[in-house]
């Protein structure tokens, strides 16, 4: 194995606002109170990896609001996906959801986006980090992952596999415009209703279902603190327990929380039901004032809904551009 | 959709790939005192009943089950949707934890943590004192005399939460938590204890200080204590405490 420490790839001239190492997620920590991380749009950095020919669960950079910039050091060749920032190779633009071939040297730079949160910036084999409790997500609160537990700054530098051949004789791929995820300022979120629902009246259940809910200034990778109508619980607390991903908890203000990758793994507040994963893969490109409705949806509408998501994935072919 | 295992095991839906195993005590001895059915249950025996279910669980399954989160008397399953459905996982799971019951007294393990007690390392010592009528030296003796169990993990990588202290020396988490609670700070919230694997925002009642890592990502195992151990505190000298490579931090030692 190459020693990391002097190995070369991308260095962070600007690390932007929050620029976060992520794979696939952490699982297998529950025990030890760790929870998940990953990125928060799976999709988006699902495709960043097909794009680059690797392995699904490869280490990615998961770049929020905007504002990275990173110098090659190496030859490679990079695929940026999510939300639309512009994206520009020495100062010319360059196209998001496709593989982008940089040259030793050459400065990547993503501004802010308009629209959406988040991006993923891969790179062919992907980066070379060194996993924690086998994975190499970044967790912020626990200061666990990526290169020091935290953020990227200023100068780290994310070793990157040596290309197999010239990059100029590498193909490259990019998805077709139809099958790329469009983001928006609304989204609707399909709901599981969950064992504690029972401590909601039916009429507590319709407000909550029927209503327009906001996201508030505490919007982050923990979770979204929505603003609307007060939903009502008929108990203040519960016994602390496990918190699934995208569970919608009710806390004595009846305003509403979903609990997203980072969340603490257990928690005492009654839980109405959760979120599908695509569903909270959507809310998270979403921010303050964006607009969110919940909709009920049975098992097995939620279980049809993840296997199509899943099988249009893998049966989506990329585009071959040279 | 709910399951209902045997007398004391319920499952139900959490989410579109986890399913809640609820624990309670014996339905049939509860259903004399229903007006207590909806009040919180910590018990030692619904703990130990959520321990053997963790051990069947991790038995029998494999790649099916993503995580476990166990509880005070819960276990969060997520599984994974590409191998197993909630039908399918429902009937296995029934299958597999219809032999869990109380029946069983195998117990946890018991780790010791030394504790450095004083003024210095604990600084909410003395509001308990006052608030218990007791003196510091009794509070202290009181929350080494008790065995704990651990009865979850989560809040932070390595906080466990230890139950219970004695009534006496219960005290309600502070009004406005800390900006910052020491490494190893020995905190009381209610009837719950805990070590602060790491400097944190907090807002419980720090009675001592620890020497031992709760949480070290180097080490393995990564934590000395899992959900089911039972845990003993016992008093050591300030000596002691720095020999075992604990620090004072600045903000509790205010007598240096």
Known sequence: ????????????????????????GRYGAFNLGLTNGGPADPLAFYWANRLCGNELNSTVIEISLGGLELTAQIDCVIAVTGAPMPLTINGRTAELWRSVFVKAGDTIHLGFTPLGVRCYLAVTGGFNIKPIFGSTSTVCRESIGGIRGGKLEENDVLPCQLLPKPGNQLKQFMLPEQEQPKYSHEVLLHTVLSYQQQHFSSIEKRLFFSSEYQISKHWDRMGYRLQGRAIKA???????????????????????????NDRQTIGGYPKIGAVISQDCAKLSQCRQGDNVRFESISLSQADNLFHLNLSRFTQTQLITCN | MTTNINDTIRLEVAGENALMLCFTSNIKCLSEQSILEDSPEISPNISNDVYHAVQLIRTHFTTEIIDLIPSYASILVVFNLLETDHHRLRNKLKAVLKQCNSASDKQGRLVELPAYYSLESGVDLERIAKHAKLTVEQVISLHQAQEYRVYAIGFAPGFAYLGEVDERIAMARLTTPRLKVPKGAIAIADRQTAVYPAQSPGGWNIVGLCPIDMFNAQAKPSMPVEVGDRVKFFAITKSEFLELGGHLPKQVSKND
């Open chain 1, 1 to 24: 194995m190459t020693d990391i420490n002097n190995a070369l790839g991308l260095k962070v001239t600007s690390a932007g606002v929050l620029s976060l190492i992520q794979d696939a």
């Open chain 1, 234 to 260: 008929d108990i203040a607390g519960i016994l602390s327990e496990g918190i699934c991903y995208g569970a919608v908890q009710i806390p004595a203000d009846g305003q509403p929380i979903v609990l997203l």
